[in-house]
């Protein structure tokens, strides 16, 4: 009721009724639609639809001009509503439906105290308010106090809807942000843009981050294990073999030159990798943006569980003092950032190591050779040595 619509017109609506007569009288759908509109070029059942229209507007028009002169009398429309919206935008929509088109009209509302509006925001002050007057539960109370009080009431509500609309634009900006990136680095995949480059540049980093992990810099490089590192090494980033630590670069005492040695023995690797399969006529870009398309989607996905189960539980930072939404930002971005880092360190992994080959057509079965059975008669003996004729004993 309080949504905008079509006015309501008093008396009634003359085109409506004349429609309604045409479709009573047997008229089609389609005629009816070319009887009302002003194309010349129509059929013959819409001609004579459009005779019958205007005869049924005119009747109809005089007899709604005498009900809307009727109606205009008593008041024009009345609108009568049972409770309070918690919007007031709503109610005065609902308001609005009167006095349309310069129609006279009014409106009023009626509330009970035990309405969740009158209840939950207006407190006991309206039942003060109420009972002040000592007046029996029939008898209606219209006072200006009473009507700002609800209306307290309803800007209370609105504060709220406010905030909880704002708490959720401002969750939802975070999640907006980190789609924005991802999906601008998805499209350029999905697009056919040379990612090799890109990879390229993932390498160091990752490799760092790995050799990190596998070289253990408290103990003397005299007592390390070698064979482990290099196997772990070459495991995830470098051809089986390639023995890229050695006791002589451990010796300079720098973690970055070891890092950084392993670092390009995997970018050449990975060049001579991509020649090899560019010999073979193997498509290396493909192979490339596969890799990077299905490491984002794989990570994405998760991270956005990650991130709505983080958003259902970070309301409990405001209990600490924290707001909630600067909390749900800082952690947000942080997981992005561990995702972004899981992406790089997979795709690497993957591209690195991953071996392409061409599928080869699988060779083709030789056709049975026929059997050529032999025909047997019904008197000749039978085949299986029983000394009986054919028709007398396998051939039953």
């Known amino acids: 009721m309080a949504g905008r619509g079509t006015d309501i017109m008093l008396g009634g609506n003359p085109e409506y009724l004349a429609r309604a007569a045409l479709e009573k009288k047997g008229y089609s759908h389609e005629a009816i639609v070319e009887a009302v509109g002003f194309n010349s070029d129509v059929s013959e059942e819409a001609l004579r639809a459009r005779e019958d229209y ?6 109809y028009k005089v007899q709604t001009d005498a009900e809307k002169k009727e109606v205009l009398a008593a008041g024009g429309l009345r609108v009568i509503g ?8 709503i109610d005065n929509q609902l308001r609005g439906r009167s006095g349309r088109q310069g129609d006279v009209g009014s409106s009023i509302f009626y509330i009970s105290m035990e309405d969740d509006l009158a209840r939950v925001f207006g407190g006991d002050r309206m039942y003060r308010i109420a009972n002040a007057f000592r007046l029996d539960e029939d008898t209606p109370i219209s006072f200006r106090i009473i009507t700002r009080s609800i209306e307290r009431a309803q800007l209370a509500v609105e504060n709220r809807n406010y905030s909880i609309r704002k708490h959720v634009l401002a969750y939802d900006d975070v999640m907006n942000r980190q789609r924005e990136i991802i999906y601008a680095e998805r499209n350029k995949v999905l697009t056919g843009a040379d990612v090799h480059e890109e990879i390229v540049k993932m390498i160091p980093s990752v490799v760092r981050e790995y050799v990190g992990g596998v070289i253990d810099y408290a103990k003397d490089y005299v007592l390390w294990d070698y064979d482990r590192i290099n196997k772990e090494i070459e495991d995830r980033l470098l051809p089986q073999g390639s023995n890229v630590v050695t006791k002589e670069l451990a010796s300079s005492l720098s973690f970055d030159k070891v890092a950084n040695t392993v670092a390009a023995a995997a970018i050449n690797a990975y060049d001579d990798k991509e020649s090899a399969y560019k010999e073979e006529g193997i498509p290396f870009g493909e192979f490339e943006r596969t890799v990077l398309l299905r490491t984002v989607d794989k990570y994405w996905m998760e991270h956005i569980d990650a991130m709505d189960a983080l958003r259902r539980g970070i309301g ?18 942080d997981m992005f950032d561990e995702m972004i880092a899981s992406i790089q360190r997979e795709t690497v992994f993957m591209a690195l190591k991953m071996e392409i080959r061409k599928k080869e057509d699988a060779p083709k079965k030789p056709l049975p050779t026929p059997v050529k059975q032999m025909k047997i008669g019904r008197n000749d003996p039978c085949p299986c040595g029983s000394g009986k004729k054919y028709k007398n004993c396998c051939g039953r």
């Open 82 to 89: 049972t409770e309070r919206h918690e919007s007031r935008r």
């Open 54 to 59: 205007k005869k049924y507007y005119n009747d």
């Open 316 to 333: 409990l930072r405001a209990v600490g003092q924290h707001d909630p939404v600067i909390s749900y930002s800082n952690e947000g971005f």
